[in-house]
């Protein structure tokens, strides 16, 4: 059953999918041994962790290309996921592990969950299924059909916020907007909704952000990350120095870069040079070819989920696909954004690359699941043939 299933593998998916992991793993140990060394630990640490990881998620999607996707559709299993999601959520605001400036981790040993990163796939999944269950509603009487589901996806975002996690609030928000304006609401109901959306910020959001920094919960270490968006060389002896030695990193590599393994700002100049300036690394020591490759293999993956969610013949399977795009087109903008300076560093992952387990956990469900789609798509049109 499952060898029938796995020969409609698509691999205009899997292959690219692929060559990042191969990519991130061999990156992540170019970018951190030298660190690692320095500071007492073994430098094949992350290596293996990394590995570990990409061993994991490969077995992840192959668990979610094989299995039934009406399980993942069944009201038993999504309200389920929305208490586990909530009371974690809800546990790290309380007593969670703070990194990088936000109280969002829970530690579990050997790998650190991100209930940010699981909110993710939750909107996807949830979504999918409240908004094609209303499709015939959603055009004529959108906030009566779906104002529940909307709510509740609003919760989860401003949980996320509170962290405080900027990065991880705007990509789920943007999961959200997507979704909804692509369910067939009305591009008249989908300007209101956005505008509601920038009103609901604006009056409810911020002031209760500010409550929270006035209550010391946001720290200067989230407002630094925009003084030095603003001013990086002017700020470079301290909150600009990440984006100032980033940008020294992919100066340094140019076209063609200095070699794997001769970064020089990975030797304790670029914080986190696994993780979120990753791509910093990989500029200097591949150079620019390499980074517009890892870009173009991205894009591949995006466009074919774009493309599977377009001809997908019911309306669940296309919400999930432009979800699982708009994820990962997010997640890399940000990451690619905050190491060139264009937008705020946000601590956004780079999808498949960076070092970290629950990222890679989280995107490898969302590709199981278009994985899914598209096997059955696939069955679905040499049924028809026949």
Same mark, same amino acid.
């Given at each position: 059953?499952?060898?029938?299933? %796995?020969? %409609?593998?698509?691999?205009?998916?899997?292959?690219?999918?692929?060559?990042?992991?191969?990519?991130?793993?061999?990156?992540?140990?170019?970018?951190?041994?030298?660190?690692?060394?320095?500071?007492?630990?073994?430098?094949?640490?992350?290596?293996?962790?990394?590995?570990?990881?990409?061993?994991?998620?490969?077995? #992840? $999607?192959?668990?979610?290309?094989?299995?039934?996707?009406?399980?993942?559709?069944?009201?038993?299993?999504?309200?389920?996921? @929305?208490?586990?999601?909530?009371?974690?959520?809800?546990?790290?605001?309380? %007593?969670?592990?703070?990194?990088?400036?936000?109280?969002?981790?829970?530690?579990?040993? $050997?790998?650190?969950?991100?209930?940010?990163?699981?909110?993710?796939?939750?909107?996807?999944?949830?979504?999918?299924?409240?908004?094609?269950?209303?499709?015939?509603?959603?055009?004529?009487? %959108?906030?009566?059909? #779906?104002?529940?589901?909307?709510?509740?996806?609003?919760?989860?975002?401003?949980?996320?916020?509170?962290?405080?996690?900027?990065?991880?609030?705007?990509?789920?928000?943007?999961?959200?907007?997507?979704?909804?304006?692509?369910?067939?609401?009305?591009?008249?109901?989908? $300007?209101? @909704?956005?505008?509601?959306?920038?009103?609901?910020?604006?009056?409810?959001? &911020?002031?209760?952000?500010?409550?929270?920094?006035?209550?010391?919960?946001?720290?200067?270490?989230?407002?630094?990350?925009?003084?030095?968006?603003?001013?990086?060389?002017?700020?470079?002896?301290?909150?600009?120095?990440?984006?100032?030695?980033?940008? !020294?990193?992919?100066?340094?590599?140019? #076209?063609?870069?200095?070699?794997?393994?001769?970064?020089?700002?990975?030797?304790?100049?670029?914080?986190?040079?696994?993780?979120?300036?990753?791509?910093? #690394?990989?500029?200097?020591?591949?150079?620019?070819?390499?980074?517009?490759?890892?870009?173009?293999?991205?894009?591949?993956?995006?466009?074919?989920?774009?493309?599977?969610?377009?001809?997908?013949?019911?309306?669940?399977?296309?919400?999930?696909?432009?979800? $699982?795009?708009?994820?990962?087109?997010?997640?890399? &903008?940000?990451?690619?954004?905050?190491?060139?300076?264009?937008?705020?560093?946000?601590?956004?992952?780079?999808?498949?690359?960076? !070092?970290?387990?629950?990222?890679?956990?989280?995107?490898?469900?969302?590709?199981?699941?278009?994985?899914?789609?598209?096997?059955?798509?696939?069955?679905?049109?040499?049924?028809?043939?026949?």
């Amino acid at each position: 059953m499952l060898s029938k299933k %796995f020969r %409609f593998l698509d691999y205009y998916l899997v292959i690219p999918y692929l060559l990042l992991c191969l990519i991130g793993i061999v990156m992540v140990y170019s970018s951190s041994a030298d660190i690692a060394s320095q500071n007492g630990g073994s430098p094949t640490a992350y290596l293996i962790k990394q590995s570990l990881y990409v061993v994991m998620g490969l077995v #992840v $999607v192959w668990f979610i290309t094989a299995m039934n996707i009406k399980i993942l559709q069944s009201p038993r299993f999504l309200i389920l996921f @929305a208490a586990v999601l909530l009371g974690a959520l809800l546990f790290v605001k309380l %007593f969670g592990q703070a990194v990088n400036g936000a109280q969002g981790w829970i530690n579990l040993g $050997v790998i650190n969950i991100q209930p940010a990163e699981v909110c993710k796939i939750f909107l996807i999944l949830y979504l999918g299924r409240m908004l094609s269950q209303h499709e015939n509603k959603i055009s004529t009487d %959108f906030f009566s059909s #779906v104002g529940g589901p909307l709510l509740l996806s609003i919760i989860f975002v401003v949980l996320i916020l509170i962290q405080p996690d900027l990065g991880g609030a705007v990509i789920n928000g943007a999961i959200i907007m997507i979704m909804m304006l692509a369910s067939g609401i009305s591009w008249k109901k989908g $300007v209101i @909704a956005i505008f509601t959306i920038i009103f609901g910020f604006v009056l409810v959001v &911020l002031p209760l952000l500010s409550r929270v920094a006035q209550s010391g919960a946001i720290h200067s270490y989230q407002l630094q990350r925009i003084v030095a968006f603003v001013n990086p060389f002017g700020t470079a002896q301290g909150a600009g120095s990440q984006l100032v030695n980033s940008y !020294y990193a992919l100066s340094n590599g140019g #076209v063609f870069g200095v070699g794997l393994g001769n970064s020089i700002q990975k030797m304790g100049y670029l914080p986190e040079p696994n993780t979120d300036f990753i791509m910093a #690394v990989i500029g200097e020591e591949l150079g620019l070819i390499t980074v517009v490759l890892i870009m173009c293999l991205l894009t591949i993956i995006v466009a074919r989920i774009i493309w599977l969610g377009v001809r997908s013949a019911d309306a669940y399977s296309s919400l999930v696909c432009y979800g $699982v795009a708009t994820f990962i087109t997010i997640q890399t &903008l940000f990451n690619v954004g905050g190491v060139t300076g264009l937008l705020p560093i946000t601590g956004v992952t780079f999808p498949f690359v960076s !070092y970290g387990g629950s990222s890679m956990l989280v995107l490898c469900t969302a590709l199981g699941c278009v994985l899914n789609i598209s096997a059955r798509q696939a069955r679905s049109r040499l049924i028809a043939a026949v």
